[in-house]
């Protein structure tokens, strides 16, 4: 099968134009087939601000009212989105700016509510890579923003870990694919302030060990958790890394 | 050649829901491959105010400094893209959302600086249809936000007029395109203000004749200078209607 390089770039990267502009270079060095997922982050929370609009987080997940919802929709589908096809296209790789509504992408359902009300939070239901497929055989490199719709008209806001996984997953059907979750760190580690002390290689049996301790938390764990269950589904290589060493495939790779 | 139906939508048919709906349910009607262009309208100005950004107008057109392109960029690709997107796909077309960026769909230049600095504004350079087409072919609907970019990763704002012409100009070489500009009235009126006084059918002398005689003015001279523009470059028919007369061919008839 042919492969397909899928990266997601979180929302610290993304927002400052040089180290955007660093993984777009980078980026398109990866040859072949490739894909990228992004964050928005403190963009969202920033211009909500400015829009009077409150930022609520419960565990690193954003609350998303109606208001919020709007927010997202302009930041992650339009401005980042759109920068960043914009900046592809202007290094000779032809890009296309998606979200889970466009092509039916993917479909999600509303979170339902416990004891938290995310709000307009989209749980991913399925996706769908026809057209998708399509565009990759034909060197098209989509760029995802991490919103889904319900089918019946309502966009979501869901987690770009999550929709980089389920992503991997359902195209590993169809390719050899390696997902790299990219972040301003060197890859996960044992220490947090200490760069150089990178796990290389982490099992499921470890990250639980790693878990129990302390040691691995917060941000980290739903990105791990949407890593392994990847692997565990066809995806043939998971790597936790930065946009420097990417391509030379340094970070931490999940076994 | 098959047939391509081209609907270019107003910001003020877009920016209230119950008339979005409308036009969503009247568009989803339209039998064969079909394409949605839309305008963006006071969406933007409003949340450009509220962003504490000035809007400026000349002679209808937006005049966008730096932080009005985010706003529009925002707000036409994001936000209005999107919802029309979802929307779609909950009637059961398989639309996806597009800018000129997009599979580098749409070149073009910033408009030199003459009398007047419009800012970011696009001028059309060309049209790349080749990844259109094929998703054509495959039943999917584009829906195009009025925004280019200058393939040096600069996005420019482009009125949504242009590119509807230039869109179905372009594809005039492989289909037969019906071009129709919707707006809130019903075609081009001699009086304003009298919605029966629809001139069915306008050439260019007529044009040329309303215009020195001043019952043709303001909005929507570029509009039917961008349509007989497309009609003499091998667009098959050019219609200026509202989105409940437009499935009948109602309205203003280029000829």
Known sequence: MDRLT??????????????LNALL?????????????????????DIAAKLGIETE??????????EMLDVVTMVYGGLVNKKI?????ARGCNAIGLTGADLNLISARKRPVAEIDY????????????ELRMMI????????????????GQLLNTNADTIAAELATELSDYFSVYL?????????LLDPEDNSSVIH?????????????????????????????AKRNGVKEVLITNPENMADGRGTRLI
């Open 6 to 19: 899928i990266i997601k770039v979180g929302g610290k990267v993304v927002e400052n134009p040089d180290s």
């Open 25 to 45: 270079d980078q980026f398109t060095r990866i040859s072949g087939n490739k894909i990228l997922v992004h964050g928005g982050g403190r963009t969202a929370t």
């Open 57 to 66: 987080m419960v565990d690193g997940r954003r609350i998303t009212g109606k």
């Open 85 to 89: 096809v914009a900046g592809l296209q």
């Open 119 to 130: 709000g307009f939070v989209g749980d991913v239901i399925d996706v769908n890579s026809r």
């Open 137 to 152: 055989n034909e060197n098209v490199v989509p760029v995802v923003a991490p919103l889904t719709h319900d089918e019946k």
């Open 180 to 188: 790299f979750y990219c972040f301003e760190k060197t890859g996960v």
């Open 201 to 229: 290689e982490l099992d499921m049996q470890l990250f639980l060990q790693y878990q129990n301790e302390g040691v691995i938390h917060a941000g980290m764990i739903p990105k791990l958790d949407n890593g392994f269950r």
